[in-house]
């Protein structure tokens, strides 16, 4: 089956959704973007994308601060999203990849509002990252997380992207899973594309917002679930290097991750060296909620339909 993308008003075969050598974005990442996830139901047979409203609003920020511009409203990005998801017949978990970015041909750094924006949309097949069943392992990264003072990190610009891209790298080649970037004193920001959790004495803990880190979708959903469904409060701080090394669980959450439990930094176990019980209760819960199987959290889902003619069975 032959993927279609969208791409500056079009639907286009993937393979001919391409931009030009000299565009901007390419040359000096200016550009910014949304990952979404959306979860194959086989019972209902149907596909229901998370939180969707709520990432394209997101990007519509991510946009205001970066100085680029959405080319649609946000209910008509829901349903453009919608209508290339049903294009794609995808009957599998799905990544679907929203991003602006200026499209000026231009060899100069520039100032970025006289540069044209454009926009794109597409989808790939997506299973599980990493196999977290058994917990990851993480190391400290020598990269420190990009400073607000510096680029934006809350606003998603694909340049950012090296230096979480680095931290991975640098995590893999030590034989670990995932990076944990600090900031530039030393307090914990986030992984390569997950905010993070410790969980002490049955309380959560999260780097708060000023931490230089994104303000993860998958964050807002954890600490609402802890609140609403386990009865526990997080608290948003500063957090410490060495609290890690005390705490009882460590949690990553992003939409490409979903919710990984964290079981050794630098070879030093944490926790009990297994997957925490708020850890495991936060995976049930985000895993029936994602797949449509949690009546009470429908809001959060849209459901893709098959196309109306049998020549579009999804
Ligand atoms: C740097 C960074 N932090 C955190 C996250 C988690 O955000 P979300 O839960 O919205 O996917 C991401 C995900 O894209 C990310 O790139």
């Not at 640098?170 to 944990?180: L, N, R, T, V, Y």
């Amino acid at each position: 089956m032959k993927r279609v993308a969208y791409l500056n008003g079009k639907f286009l075969s993937y393979q001919k959704a391409v931009i030009p050598i000299g565009t901007h974005a390419l040359q000096y990442g200016s550009g910014c973007f949304e990952g979404i996830r959306a979860y194959w139901n086989a019972e209902k047979k149907k596909l229901y994308v998370f939180r969707l409203k709520d990432h394209f609003e997101r990007l519509g920020r991510s946009c205001k601060t970066l100085h680029m511009k959405l080319p649609l409203t946000t209910e008509a990005l829901v349903k453009l999203t919608v209508e290339l998801l049903a294009k794609n017949k995808h009957r599998e978990n799905v990544y679907i990849r929203p991003f602006v970015y200026k499209t000026s041909d231009i060899v100069s750094v520039f100032n970025l509002d006289r540069l044209e924006n454009g926009f794109g949309i597409y989808t790939v097949p997506l299973g599980s990252i990493l196999n977290v069943k058994e917990g990851i392992n993480a190391v400290f990264s020598s990269w420190r997380r990009v400073d607000s003072h510096t680029v934006p990190p809350g606003a998603k610009p694909t340049g950012i992207y090296l230096n979480t891209s680095l931290a991975k790298t640098e995590a893999e080649e030590k034989g670990a899973d995932e990076a944990i970037l600090l900031n530039l004193d030393d307090s914990i920001a986030e992984g390569s594309a997950e905010n993070l959790f410790i969980v002490k004495s049955g309380k959560l803990i999260t780097p708060s917002i000023d931490q230089n880190i994104l303000e993860g979708i998958t964050r807002n959903t954890v600490i609402e679930l802890a609140e609403k469904e386990l009865n526990i409060r997080t608290a948003q701080r500063k957090v410490q290097k060495d609290e890690l090394w005390t705490c009882d669980e460590i949690i990553l959450t992003g939409t490409g991750m979903e919710i990984a439990p964290v079981v050794k930094i630098e070879d030093r176990t944490v926790g009990s060296g297994k997957i925490g019980p708020i850890t495991q209760k936060l995976r049930g819960l985000y895993s029936n909620i994602v797949h449509g199987k949690d009546k009470r959290y429908l809001k959060w889902l849209t459901e893709v339909n098959c196309l109306p003619s049998p020549a579009h069975n999804c």
